[in-house]
């Protein structure tokens, strides 16, 4: 006759579904995709901000999509190591979007 202890065994089912969740959160954050940042050059034209640019990364980038404004003008910044909101016609921008 096989006599279970109660308490060892819904120990060791809670161990085993700890260890199992455990896992699974690792690898969630790990993408399996192959997706890849790349940048692109976009060049200011007369009369673009930094928000008219942000608001049309917004619309047609992939990398952007969902994000505030200003989250976007943010990194757009911080990509160019911009240390204001100037920009000049002509001026050589970094954005970042998804390899395609």
Same mark, same amino acid.
């Given at each position: 006759?096989?006599?279970? =202890? ?8 809670? &161990? ?31 009369? $673009? &901000? ?24 943010? $990194?757009?910044?911080? &990509? =160019? =190591?911009?240390? $204001? ?16």
């Amino acid at each position: 006759m096989i006599t279970i =202890n109660i308490k060892k065994f819904t120990k060791s089912i809670l &161990t085993l579904l700890g260890g199992l969740i455990l896992i699974l959160l690792y690898f969630s954050n790990v993408s399996l995709s192959k997706t890849e940042l790349e940048t692109k050059t976009v060049f200011v034209s007369n009369g $673009d &901000t930094l928000w008219v640019i942000a608001e049309n990364e917004q619309m047609n980038n992939r990398y952007y999509e969902g994000k505030k404004v200003q989250e976007i003008i943010y $990194d757009i910044k911080n &990509t =160019n =190591n911009l240390d $204001d909101s100037y920009l000049y016609e002509g001026q050589k921008l970094e954005i970042l979007s998804y390899k395609e």
